[in-house]
């Protein structure tokens, strides 16, 4: 099998590369790094798969490219990252890398014999919603221009499904979190603070709660998406669980062994209150049970950080 991986040098993308790899699939990864987070951070997200035969690397801007490889996957990973960096000027580049991106990859592809087409969506999507688990029928009023960009290439996936046949799944993805996790998400930076004896920021009230995905759970949905018959759908990509900040960060001060420096700060525009998957659908569809829960995930975190 032939895979392609887009933001293959991205936290999700590298974890993604790895396990494809290991399954025997040569992968093609396409990364134009975006100055969201430093390019030395993403280089080293790839670099235990750059000397492997089955592995190419092509740095390329997405949209600029004319064609793609010729594959049986493709895992659509790339995106301009961060809900609280999508407001003002900055919303021209996610309209960029997420809308227009994702439409030129399924316009390529449409008349491809592709098996299956995997876009990273988001939880994003939905908004502020008050009545929880979220189903994925659940109305989708994004709080953020993020949340927007990420709708609207979802939509394009389906559209792409409906009138040319295009094999997409939509995986809407529910703060995943692990080992290379962005510098600016929350657990990355809980954690560091943690260990490094600085100030943990809670925002607001800290009582706001996520629904927590461990990488390797993100990544097996990917695999099980890509292996199925499913095509046309969208999926809850979630943890099975969800945990206030507060709570959050006991888990995390617990796990480091020591106690750490707390600072509030007030409350982020595009930042939803709570979040919970409901993953039922992806259970009956494609097999997905997360395996990692908060407790587990957050000592394997801080244990990688100290390896």
Not at 101 to 121: G, I, M, P
Not at 277 to 297: H, M, Q
Request: with cysteine; aromatic share 12%.
């Amino acid at each position: 099998m032939k895979s392609l991986i887009t933001g293959c040098a991205g936290f999700i993308g590298s974890h993604l590369a790895e396990k494809l790899l290991r399954e025997g699939h040569e992968v093609i990864g396409i990364d134009c790094f975006t100055d969201y987070y430093p390019r030395t951070i993403k280089e080293n997200n790839i670099k235990n798969v750059l000397g492997n035969k089955k592995f190419t690397f092509i740095e390329e801007d997405l949209v600029d490219m004319l064609e793609f490889p010729k594959v049986d996957y493709v895992f659509h990973q790339a995106a301009q990252a961060g809900v609280r960096a999508s407001w003002g000027k900055d919303f021209e580049i996610y309209t960029r890398n997420n809308i227009l991106a994702t439409q030129k990859l399924l316009e390529y592809y449409k008349d491809r014999n592709l098996r299956k087409f995997v876009y990273a969506s988001s939880s994003s999507i939905y908004g502020n919603v008050t009545e929880l688990p979220i189903r994925e029928e659940t109305p989708k009023n994004p709080f953020s221009p993020y949340g927007v960009t990420k709708l609207a290439a979802e939509n394009l996936c389906n559209l792409y499904y409906m009138n040319y046949g295009t094999p997409t799944v939509s995986l809407r993805y529910f703060t995943v979190y692990g080992p290379r996790q962005r510098p600016d998400m929350a657990i990355n930076k809980f954690v560091k603070a943690a260990l490094n004896g600085g100030v943990i920021e809670e925002y607001g009230d800290a009582k706001q709660t996520r629904d927590f995905t461990y990488i390797s759970d993100a990544v097996q949905a990917n695999l099980q998406a890509a292996l199925s018959n499913v095509k046309g759908e969208s999926f809850n990509i979630g943890g099975g669980s969800r945990i206030s900040v507060i709570e959050l960060v006991k888990l995390i001060k617990d796990a480091v062994g020591k106690e750490v420096q707390i600072k509030h700060i007030e409350a982020q525009k595009g930042d939803v209150r709570d979040t919970y998957a409901d993953t039922t659908k992806a259970r009956k569809l494609i097999g997905y049970v997360p395996e990692i829960g908060i407790k587990d995930g957050v000592k394997k975190y801080v244990d990688s950080f100290k390896t």
